[in-house]
C-alpha cells in the first residue's frame, strides 16, 4: 500500500513517547527517500524528544520537517431541497468565475444560504504509530485518508517493524537509519519483560554495521539530562515493590518537579527506567501529584504492564484506554486513595 501510495500521513497519537517518536521519524525519512510526498505530525513531542530523534539521524537537521502538506479543495454546497438545479454552466472572464445555476427557485432563495467551505484532499495512505485505543478514531476523523494502517506492538516491536519496512523498500537498513533503529531496538528490549529472539537478533545486526556511537551517547543525554535523573532518583527512593501483586509502586509530589527544575513531560521516561530495573513485576504504578488538576483531585497515575490482556482490563476499570503497555488515569484525591484503588482493582484483575 505505501509503495502505491503518493502521500502519506503518518500519525503517533498524543502520548510523549520516544519509542513512537523514532518509530514516526525513521517511517517518515523512508517514504522521504523512496519519493513519496509524507507529513508526519510532531506538535505532541517534547522537544527534549524530538532533539533526541534529531541527534539520531542528523544533528544539522529536523526528522521531523520536509513535510509534505496537504492540498485542499474549495467546496460550495446548497440546499437542493430549497435550491433545485436544473442545470449547471461556469464563465471564466478575466479574474472573475461564475458558476451559473438555472432553478426554477432562483427568485425565492436566499444567497446567504450558501455554505463556502474547505475540505483538505485525503492522504493515499494514512500510517498510525501504535496510538492508544481511545485516540484512533478521533486521528482516523482529522486526516483524511484513503487507506489506513495501524503499527502495533501486539505481535513484534516497533523496532523489528521498522526494520522490515526498511527493508521491504531498499532491500537492506541505509546507513544514515541504524543509530536511529538502535536507539528504538535496544530501548523496547531495555524494558522487555522477557529478552525477544527478533529484537536481539535485529541488534546483532546493527552491531556489525559500524554504528556511530558518539551520536548514541549523545542522544542518550538529550534524552536523559541531569535534571531528569534527579527526579528520577526522588522518584525510586519512593518506590517499593508489593510481592502479592508483583507491583512496583513510585510517587512524586509536587515539590520535587519544583526542586528538580522537571515537568511532568518525564513521567514517562520515568516509568520507562523503573521497568528496566524491575522487569519482573506484572504492574507499574508512578503516581504523582499534578498541579494543573483541581486541589481535591490533584493526584493522577501512570500504569504500565506486561500482559497486554490484563492490562486493558485494569485500564477499563480506571476508566481509561491503553497505548502501547501503559496508560494514565486521574482524578484521584489523595495518593493514599489512588494506591487503594487502584491496588483493589489489580488483585481483581488478577
Known amino acids: 500500500m505505501a509503495d502505491q501510495a503518493e502521500t502519506i500521513a503518518v500519525r503517533m497519537g498524543k502520548a510523549n513517547d520516544i519509542t513512537k517518536a523514532l518509530a514516526g521519524a525513521l517511517a517518515h525519512q523512508t517514504f522521504l527517500k523512496a519519493g513519496k510526498k509524507s507529513h508526519i505530525d510532531s506538535t505532541n513531542l517534547s522537544e ?45 472572464g478575466g479574474d472573475m468565475l461564475k458558476i451559473i445555476l438555472e432553478s426554477p427557485k432562483a427568485k425565492s ?7 463556502v467551505e474547505k475540505e483538505a484532499v485525503p492522504m493515499d495512505l494514512l500510517l498510525l504509530i501504535d496510538p492508544a485505543e481511545a485516540e484512533v478514531e478521533s486521528i482516523l476523523s482529522e486526516t483524511a485518508h484513503k487507506n489506513a494502517v495501524k503499527l502495533s506492538t501486539k505481535e513484534k516491536s516497533l523496532a523489528v517493524k521498522s526494520a522490515e519496512i526498511l527493508e521491504a523498500f531498499f532491500g537492506e537498513i541505509p546507513d544514515e537509519f541504524k543509530e536511529a533503529l538502535w536507539f528504538l531496538a535496544a530501548h523496547e528490549e531495555k ?20 554504528l556511530a556511537h558518539e551520536k548514541i551517547k549523545k542522544a542518550k543525554e538529550v534524552l536523559r539530562p541531569s535534571d531528569f535523573w534527579k527526579l528520577f532518583g526522588r522518584a525510586l527512593a519512593r518506590s517499593s515493590f508489593e510481592k502479592e501483586t508483583a ?42 501529584e499534578n498541579s494543573l488538576e483541581p486541589a481535591t483531585k490533584s493526584i ?37 486513595e489512588a494506591e487503594l484503588k487502584i491496588r483493589g482493582f489489580i488483585r481483581r484483575v488478577l
Open 48 to 92: 527534549r524528544t524530538k532533539n533526541c530523534v534529531n541527534a539520531l539521524f542528523d544533528e544539522n537537521s529536523d526528522a521531523f520537517l520536509q513535510n509534505f502538506e496537504a492540498k485542499e479543495n474549495i467546496l460550495i454546497k446548497l440546499n437542493t431541497k430549497d435550491l433545485p438545479v436544473s442545470s449547471l454552466k461556469y464563465e471564466n
Open 191 to 210: 524494558m522487555s519483560h522477557h529478552p525477544k529472539k527478533e529484537t536481539l537478533a535485529l541488534l546483532a545486526r546493527l552491531l556489525d554495521q559500524n
Open 109 to 115: 432563495f436566499d444567497p446567504k444560504t450558501v455554505l
Open 247 to 288: 507491583t512496583t509502586w513510585a510517587f512524586l509530589p509536587k515539590a520535587d518537579f519544583e526542586k528538580t527544575n522537571e515537568s511532568d513531560e518525564s513521567l514517562l521516561a520515568i516509568l520507562e527506567e523503573m521497568r528496566g530495573l524491575r522487569p519482573e513485576s506484572n504492574f507499574f504504578a508512578l503516581l504523582w
Open 300 to 336: 493522577s497515575a501512570l500504569m504500565a504492564g506486561n500482559d497486554a490482556a490484563k492490562l486493558k482490563t485494569l485500564a477499563e476499570l480506571l476508566g481509561a484506554s491503553p497505548a502501547s503497555s501503559y496508560f494514565f488515569a486521574k482524578g484521584f484525591a489523595t495518593f493514599s
